[in-house]
């Protein structure tokens, strides 16, 4: 029986009990009559999760002929084994007990959002047996360790283009593995990227400041359609106004919501829109980039954003969390559009900002702002721990100025690290502490297993006594095993067991299947895509973004063509041997699909497999036309034969990008597409270059400049 987060205490019952059998239903649901909101969704949870199996829902009242009741919340009380169960757990709110024994199935929390969670576990357990739907008799007593769980999602490309229904498609998904926390970017910051222009993100509007907007264009070929698109657009959650009804939604299934509005790093728009408030250089100009903190003026114009967020969007759902950023504040190149060389600071040099030092202003900004949002009604407010700590700022004297504020215990820190070593947290300053590791957040280049991060940060979170686990990212189901990690062990730190045990009950359960078959296709994905250096480095310097942040974007993939052409490191050996894991992941993959209880979820694996073999077999094509080109020249079977292996390859990268548009999620697929078109083009190119010069040696020209910018 694998559940998700795995139950603190579960004993299992030698019965099963039975819910359907030859298509019809022997069971029924009971609730009382005036349920609690969270006692309904958790007997809708159930219904849905029956209807789901048999096609049929389960009807209210006494099961028929003898069959199995399944009692919820207030109505499953009296039922002696819940009880005694539930009192094997601690006084949390969100405790359960779940009990399936002879024809009795008890649901009930220690609360109603507890009942909720039992609905959710009692979802997983349903299994099919033949023609029956079952489940296997069970006693548990059932509660979480870290009192918040859940993921942060950046405001980048993908969540910009999430509309309401994808968000609640989300919401769901996080509820059903209990996580009770959301944190949504609503505006950030990042440099100059494509097209020139600077990476900005803003996804609530604010009707009283219509310049604060932040269109995009994303150009990318679509070989579905065989045609470039190029999609012009405002944030949907910006245009269309909704990110209050994603915080009810969220509230209602015991999620909150927390807006995370950065500053004072990944701040340009702002300070671009508005350069009275910006930072100043040593001439007394504004940069697009940082604030001016001695300037009454930027406090005011924060404080009205954050207020119409608070008003218009938490206070009326009941929320009173604000995420207020301060990571990253660092001096950048890529911040000015006219020249992206150039390093920009974003610590204002005016006369008033030169008297104090940067970690002063800071300390007071930190003071400042938590005092208004204390004062607007928000009672917990969390920033990043990374750039205090590096400056030296995490002190004693620093608690103290929190503390004689009145605002220390409405503070939490996040503490943050995506690769080695893992980050500790410091118990020692008496803060309220989260730990935030990263399940997944470039969706648009290789994929990566973050399980080797997000298991020890949890655990050592855990042993420092922290109250919060979620985790960084940019929401894509093929983070699965990413995000199921995280819940398993922000859930249960007590009986869960290692990171390989629960590697293995994923596996079976993901792929359907036990033993070798389940465990070797993951296995042979972690070969590749559970290294933070292989991927983030020699991996995805095959794909296009990390030049965009250079003048290489220009000459991508030529220049990555280069490289492998002289290969001094033996760079193209690691990515055949990438190649040849994830073509073994794959075949064990197909196997899974007709036991795979989610067909959805083993085509976003395999699709992930088929973007890194198309892309080292578009490289090979490209590089072994170059080489056959030094020896031959414009020889026409040499040519005849890399114009073969080019067309192979294209066709291979056309059919992963075909499918991206049926596999992934559609506000994923114009920056997934995007980062593969200028490999896809070059590809085409070459093609027509060889093809031409094959048939018509005066026809060589442009496959002669090819070659010459290749070194060939």
Same mark, same amino acid.
């Given at each position: 029986?694998?559940?998700?987060?795995?139950?603190?205490?579960?004993?299992?019952?030698?019965?099963?009990?039975?819910?359907?059998?030859?298509?019809?239903?022997?069971?029924?649901?009971?609730?009382?009559?005036?349920?609690?909101?969270?006692?309904?969704?958790?007997?809708?949870?159930?219904?849905?999760?029956?209807?789901? +199996?048999?096609?049929?829902?389960?009807?209210?009242?006494?099961?028929?002929?003898?069959?199995?009741?399944?009692?919820?919340?207030?109505?499953?009380?009296?039922?002696?084994?819940?009880?005694?169960?539930?009192?094997?757990?601690?006084?949390?709110?969100?405790?359960?007990?779940?009990?399936?024994?002879?024809?009795?199935?008890?649901? @009930?929390? %220690?609360?109603?959002?507890?009942?909720?969670?039992?609905?959710?576990?009692?979802?997983?357990? @349903?299994?099919?047996?033949?023609?029956?739907?079952?489940?296997?008799?069970?006693?548990?007593?059932?509660?979480?360790?870290?009192?918040?769980?859940?993921?942060?999602?950046?405001?980048?490309?993908?969540?910009?283009?999430?509309?309401?229904?994808?968000?609640?498609?989300?919401?769901?998904?996080?509820?059903?593995?209990?996580?009770?926390?959301?944190?949504?970017?609503?505006?950030?910051?990042?440099?100059?990227?494509?097209?020139?222009?600077?990476?900005?993100?803003?996804?609530?509007?604010?009707?009283?400041?219509?310049?604060?907007?932040?269109?995009?264009?994303?150009?990318?070929?679509?070989?579905?359609?065989?045609?470039?698109?190029?999609?012009?657009?405002?944030? %949907?959650?910006?245009?269309?106004?909704?990110?209050?009804?994603?915080?009810?939604?969220?509230?209602? %299934?015991?999620?909150?919501?927390?807006?995370?509005?950065?500053?004072?790093?990944?701040?340009?728009?702002?300070?671009?829109?508005?350069?009275?408030?910006?930072?100043?250089?040593?001439?007394?100009?504004?940069?697009?980039?940082?604030?001016?903190?001695?300037?009454?003026?930027?406090?005011?114009?924060?404080? &009205?954003?954050?207020?119409?967020?608070?008003?218009? =969007?938490?206070?009326?759902?009941?929320?009173?969390?604000?995420?207020?950023?301060?990571?990253?504040?660092?001096?950048?190149?890529?911040?000015?559009?006219? +020249?992206?060389?150039?390093?920009?600071?974003?610590?204002?040099?005016?006369?008033?900002?030169?008297?104090?030092?940067?970690?002063?202003?800071?300390?007071?900004?930190?003071?400042?702002?938590?005092?208004?949002?204390?004062?607007?009604?928000?009672?917990?407010?969390?920033?990043?721990?990374?750039?205090?700590?590096?400056?030296?700022?995490?002190?004693?004297?620093?608690?103290?100025?929190?503390?004689?504020?009145?605002?220390?215990?409405?503070?939490?820190?996040?503490?943050?690290?995506?690769?080695?070593?893992?980050?500790?947290?410091?118990?020692?300053?008496? /803060?309220?502490?989260?730990?935030?590791?990263?399940?997944?957040?470039?969706?648009?280049?290789?994929?990566?297993?973050?399980?080797?991060?997000? =298991?020890?940060? /949890?655990?050592?979170?855990?042993?420092?006594?922290?109250?919060?686990?979620?985790?960084?990212?940019?929401?894509?189901?093929?983070?699965?095993?990413?995000?199921?990690?995280?819940?398993?062990?922000?859930?249960?730190?007590?009986?869960?067991?290692?990171?390989?045990?629960?590697?293995?009950?994923?596996?079976?359960?993901?792929?359907?299947?036990?033993?070798?078959?389940?465990?070797?296709?993951?296995?042979?994905?972690?070969?590749?895509?559970?290294?933070?250096?292989?991927?983030?480095?020699?991996?995805?310097?095959?794909?296009?973004?990390?030049?965009?942040?250079?003048?290489?974007?220009?000459?991508?993939?030529?220049?990555?063509?280069?490289?492998?052409?002289?290969?001094?490191?033996?760079?193209?050996?690691?990515?055949?041997?990438?190649?040849?894991?994830?073509?073994?992941?794959?075949?064990?993959?197909?196997?899974?699909?007709?036991?795979?209880?989610?067909?959805?979820?083993?085509?976003?694996?395999?699709?992930?497999?088929?973007?890194?073999?198309?892309?080292?077999?578009?490289?090979?094509?490209?590089?072994?036309?170059?080489?056959?080109?030094?020896?031959?020249?414009?020889?026409?079977?040499? @040519?005849?034969?890399?114009?073969?292996?080019?067309?192979?390859?294209?066709?291979?990268?056309?059919?992963?990008?075909?499918?991206?548009?049926?596999?992934?999620?559609? =506000?994923?697929?114009?920056?997934?597409?995007?980062?593969?078109?200028?490999?896809?083009?070059?590809?085409? &190119?070459?093609?027509?270059?060889?093809?031409?010069?094959?048939?018509?040696?005066?026809?060589?020209?442009?496959?002669? %400049?090819?070659?010459?910018?290749?070194?060939?």
């Amino acid at each position: 029986m694998h559940i998700f987060p795995q139950p603190q205490k579960i004993t299992t019952l030698p019965e099963t009990l039975t819910l359907a059998q030859g298509g019809k239903l022997c069971c029924m649901l009971v609730l009382a009559r005036d349920p609690d909101p969270m006692e309904a969704l958790a007997a809708e949870t159930v219904s849905v999760a029956i209807a789901k +199996a048999t096609g049929q829902r389960a009807a209210w009242g006494a099961a028929p002929g003898g069959g199995v009741t399944i009692s919820i919340g207030r109505s499953a009380a009296s039922i002696s084994a819940a009880a005694e169960r539930l009192a094997e757990t601690p006084d949390s709110p969100e405790a359960y007990a779940l009990v399936a024994q002879g024809q009795q199935i008890a649901l @009930l929390g %220690r609360t109603p959002t507890g009942t909720l969670y039992a609905a959710q576990t009692f979802a997983q357990m @349903l299994r099919s047996e033949g023609e029956a739907l079952v489940v296997d008799g069970a006693a548990i007593a059932d509660w979480p360790d870290f009192r918040y769980r859940g993921l942060f999602v950046e405001s980048k490309w993908g969540p910009d283009l999430m509309g309401l229904d994808d968000w609640k498609e989300l919401i769901d998904y996080l509820a059903a593995l209990k996580f009770n926390s959301l944190g949504i970017g609503v505006y950030g910051c990042w440099g100059v990227q494509y097209d020139g222009r600077r990476t900005e993100f803003l996804m609530v509007p604010f009707p009283d400041h219509p310049e604060l907007q932040t269109p995009k264009t994303i150009r990318y070929y679509s070989a579905k359609s065989g045609a470039w698109k190029s999609l012009t657009y405002l944030p %949907r959650m910006f245009e269309e106004d909704f990110f209050g009804e994603v915080v009810a939604y969220a509230r209602a %299934r015991n999620i909150m919501v927390r807006p995370h509005f950065n500053g004072p790093g990944h701040t340009t728009l702002i300070p671009h829109t508005h350069p009275e408030i910006a930072a100043k250089n040593a001439a007394g100009q504004p940069e697009s980039y940082g604030y001016c903190l001695s300037n009454p003026a930027t406090y005011d114009l924060l404080f &009205e954003l954050w207020d119409s967020i608070i008003d218009r =969007y938490l206070l009326p759902n009941g929320v009173d969390w604000f995420h207020m950023g301060l990571d990253e504040i660092w001096p950048m190149a890529a911040i000015d559009e006219d +020249a992206p060389e150039r390093v920009v600071d974003p610590w204002c040099k005016c006369d008033l900002c030169r008297e104090r030092t940067p970690n002063d202003l800071l300390v007071d900004y930190v003071v400042r702002a938590t005092q208004h949002l204390v004062a607007k009604g928000m009672n917990n407010i969390t920033l990043w721990n990374d750039h205090l700590e590096r400056h030296g700022i995490l002190t004693p004297e620093f608690v103290s100025r929190l503390e004689e504020a009145g605002v220390k215990d409405k503070v939490a820190l996040q503490w943050w690290r995506y690769n080695e070593p893992v980050l500790e947290i410091r118990p020692e300053l008496g /803060l309220r502490a989260w730990t935030t590791p990263m399940p997944g957040y470039w969706f648009w280049l290789f994929t990566q297993s973050y399980t080797s991060n997000i =298991y020890p940060h /949890l655990h050592m979170a855990y042993r420092a006594g922290a109250e919060g686990a979620d985790a960084y990212c940019t929401f894509d189901p093929a983070y699965d095993r990413n995000y199921v990690c995280l819940a398993e062990y922000a859930w249960n730190q007590t009986t869960s067991g290692d990171l390989y045990r629960f590697k293995s009950r994923y596996a079976e359960k993901v792929t359907g299947m036990t033993g070798f078959d389940a465990a070797e296709a993951f296995e042979k994905w972690d070969q590749v895509y559970d290294s933070h250096p292989l991927v983030r480095g020699l991996l995805d310097a095959l794909l296009y973004y990390w030049y965009t942040y250079s003048n290489e974007s220009a000459v991508y993939p030529r220049n990555a063509a280069r490289a492998l052409l002289a290969d001094k490191l033996r760079a193209a050996q690691t990515y055949r041997a990438a190649r040849l894991y994830l073509d073994r992941a794959r075949h064990y993959f197909t196997a899974a699909r007709p036991s795979a209880p989610d067909l959805s979820l083993i085509d976003e694996y395999l699709w992930e497999c088929d973007r890194l073999i198309a892309v080292v077999d578009a490289f090979d094509a490209i590089t072994g036309a170059a080489r056959h080109y030094s020896r031959t020249g414009h020889d026409k079977g040499a @040519l005849e034969s890399s114009a073969g292996a080019l067309r192979r390859g294209l066709a291979a990268l056309d059919g992963m990008m075909a499918r991206a548009e049926e596999v992934k999620r559609a =506000y994923l697929v114009p920056q997934i597409l995007r980062d593969l078109s200028p490999l896809r083009s070059y590809l085409a &190119e070459m093609l027509a270059a060889i093809e031409s010069a094959a048939a018509s040696p005066e026809a060589a020209s442009a496959l002669d %400049r090819l070659m010459a910018e290749l070194g060939a």
